[in-house]
Every structure is written in structure tokens, then in C-alpha cells.
């Protein structure tokens, strides 16, 4: 069974300063990867995916992550963080046969000002 | 419509008691997902639709636990005799012929407190 780690509950960043969210998975066979965004009060948002090709994905707001297969991660990343970026993160795994995604604990980013 | 529509927005229901939870996809979204998210916690996968295909309820956590859609249309996720660790948020989402991908898109949720 597919299953999905995100080691740190919380993680603080101050404004413009770059940030990572890590990620890492377990799963049979080639993984579909995603990482969503959820504000308070709201539905998830998706930001990006990684189904093949390039291992480094970008996707909204200035997001991008980089896929490892030999570590078996995923971490999202941002040069430069805006507060307005301070939301739970969760990353999402699928193996290609399978169609419904299993979501990590999430992490909880808060830029500071 | 433009988006994945859940309602209620909120739900308070008295332990014991029937809830019936309902979404409604984005316009030919072929697969339909159910996960719920307790407090603090992630998602937790409930139950999938694709088409006129049978469901997947691997995820439902008990017989009280059920869920109906015809055809690519309208789920509806009901919940019989309701106890407070229902409490939590259920979250819809829905994708299109890619299915996951190209993501799935959430509603907003309903929030069910059993009290």
C-alpha cells in the first residue's frame, strides 16, 4: 500500500527568505506526486504534479518540487516567501494504477513578517 | 457548474442521528471522491466513483458509513447513527477523463459536528 510522510508538522520562514516543505513516499510501480494548499475555512487548492518527465515541477504562485527518485522525495520549494503563503501544505501520492490519491499528515507553513 | 458544490456548509447533529451530506461536481468530471479530515489530521480516502463503474468503498470506516451517485451526476454520503467521532470535516472533489492526473478539485467541505 502507498503511503506518504511529511516529517514536519510546522514550519516557520521568514518573509523572503526561500522555503521547503519535504515530502518523501512510499509506493509500488512509477508514483503520481502532488502537493495542494488548503487556507483556513477552504477547500484543498492543487499547486502542482509530478507524473514523468522533468524532475523539477513547477505550479502555482511561484511553487515548484523536486522529484527524487533515489530518496523517494518530493519537497516543495519557494525561493522567496510571501506571508500570504502561510497556509497547510499536504502532499498526495498515486500509484499509476491506482485512481484515488493518499494525502500526507500536511504541514503547517507560517511566514513571519 | 464552475466548481465542486458541497452542502451543508456546516452540520450539527445530536449523537444517534442520521446525516445525509451531499456534491455536486464540476459538469463531466467522470470521478468522484469522498475523504474526510478530522481535526489536525489528514485526509483520509472514504470512497470513489468513476463513471457507471462500482464504487470503491475500501475506505468507509463502517457499515454506518455509505454513499450513492448515479451516474456522473450528484453524490450523496450518508452517515447513520451518528457518534462524535464523525466529527470532522468531509470533503468532496471530483476530476475529470485523466482522472488524478491532472488533480482532483476539493469543494469546500461540510463540517459535521456530532454533539
Known amino acids: 500500500a502507498q503511503s506518504v510522510a511529511q516529517p514536519e508538522d510546522q514550519v516557520n520562514v521568514a518573509e523572503g527568505n526561500p522555503l521547503t516543505v519535504k515530502c518523501t513516499y512510499s509506493?509500488?510501480?512509477?508514483?503520481?506526486l502532488f502537493w495542494y494548499v488548503q487556507y483556513p475555512n477552504r477547500g484543498l487548492q492543487f499547486l502542482l504534479k509530478y507524473i514523468t518527465g522533468d524532475n523539477l515541477v513547477k505550479g502555482s504562485y511561484g511553487f515548484e518540487a523536486e522529484f527524487n527518485k533515489s530518496q523517494t522525495s518530493f519537497h516543495l520549494k519557494k525561493p522567496s516567501a510571501l506571508v500570504s503563503d502561510s497556509a497547510l501544505y499536504f502532499c498526495?501520492?498515486?500509484?499509476?494504477?491506482?485512481?484515488?490519491?493518499?494525502f500526507g499528515s500536511g504541514t503547517q507553513l507560517t511566514v513571519l513578517p | 457548474g464552475a466548481g465542486v458544490s458541497q452542502s451543508p456548509s456546516n452540520k450539527v447533529t445530536e449523537k444517534g442521528k442520521d446525516v445525509e451530506l451531499r456534491c455536486d461536481p464540476i459538469?463531466?468530471?467522470?470521478?468522484l471522491y469522498w475523504y474526510r479530515q478530522r481535526l489536525g489530521q489528514g485526509l483520509e480516502f472514504l470512497i470513489y466513483f468513476q463513471g457507471n463503474s462500482a464504487p470503491d468503498k475500501s475506505g468507509l470506516p463502517s457499515d454506518r458509513f455509505s454513499a450513492e451517485r448515479t451516474g456522473e451526476s450528484v453524490s450523496t454520503l450518508t452517515i447513520q447513527r451518528t457518534q462524535q467521532e464523525d466529527s470532522a470535516v468531509y470533503l468532496c472533489a471530483s476530476s475529470g477523463t485523466g482522472g488524478g492526473n491532472y488533480g482532483y478539485t476539493f469543494g469546500s467541505g461540510t463540517r459535521l459536528t456530532v454533539v
Open positions: 498526495a501520492v498515486r500509484p499509476g494504477s491506482a485512481r484515488q490519491l493518499t
Open positions: 509506493v509500488s510501480g512509477n508514483p503520481y
Open positions: 459538469s463531466g468530471h467522470t470521478a
